[in-house]
């Protein structure tokens, strides 16, 4: 279940992308959804076909093919890449999603996304966050 809820999670964070991008494949993910956008909006909702699948041992197979699609046009499309995030730790060129779990780590508090290794060796907390609460002292005292 755990991996299911992983999953689940992922598909949501597709689905954000793919809901801004004009390119159709919302549409198409939709299809292939079969009727499931619930799947789009809550990670935690499951209709009882998601749970007769879950005991089934198929449902796990059904979500890796839905973000096996829609993270490859994350990966390829123009506009979707743009929405991307580059790690302000380490400020390596490459993009970097928050639905890459294996690999990156979201800021609970700003949303932004760093590579897991950067946030494990700063330890220090967002940088984003702090030049906010620096720049809002600066404020204050201005």
């Given at each position: 279940?755990?991996?299911?809820?992983?999953?689940r999670?992922?598909?949501?964070?597709?689905?954000?992308?793919?809901?801004l991008?004009?390119?159709?494949?919302?549409?198409?993910?939709?299809?292939?959804?079969?009727?499931?956008d619930?799947?789009?909006?809550s990670?935690?909702?499951?209709?009882?076909?998601?749970?007769?699948?879950?005991?089934?041992?198929?449902?796990?197979?059904?979500?890796k093919?839905?973000?096996?699609f829609?993270?490859?046009?994350v990966?390829?499309?123009?506009?979707c890449?743009?929405r991307?995030?580059?790690?302000?730790?380490?400020?390596?060129?490459?993009?970097?999603?928050?639905?890459?779990?294996?690999?990156?780590?979201r800021?609970?508090?700003c949303k932004?996304v760093?590579h897991?290794?950067?946030?494990?060796?700063?330890?220090?907390g967002?940088?984003?966050?702090?030049?906010?609460r620096?720049?809002q002292?600066?404020?204050?005292?201005?």
């Amino acid at each position: 279940m755990h991996l299911i809820g992983r999953s689940r999670e992922q598909l949501k964070l597709l689905g954000d992308y793919l809901g801004l991008c004009r390119s159709g494949a919302l549409k198409e993910l939709s299809k292939r959804l079969n009727h499931r956008d619930y799947l789009l909006e809550s990670p935690h909702r499951f209709s009882v076909a998601d749970l007769q699948q879950i005991a089934d041992g198929v449902y796990e197979g059904f979500l890796k093919a839905l973000i096996e699609f829609a993270s490859q046009h994350v990966y390829h499309c123009d506009l979707c890449t743009q929405r991307g995030f580059i790690c302000q730790i380490c400020r390596h060129h490459d993009i970097i999603f928050p639905f890459e779990f294996d690999t990156t780590v979201r800021c609970a508090e700003c949303k932004t996304v760093f590579h897991q290794s950067c946030q494990a060796v700063v330890k220090k907390g967002c940088p984003r966050c702090a030049r906010r609460r620096k720049y809002q002292e600066q404020n204050v005292f201005a």
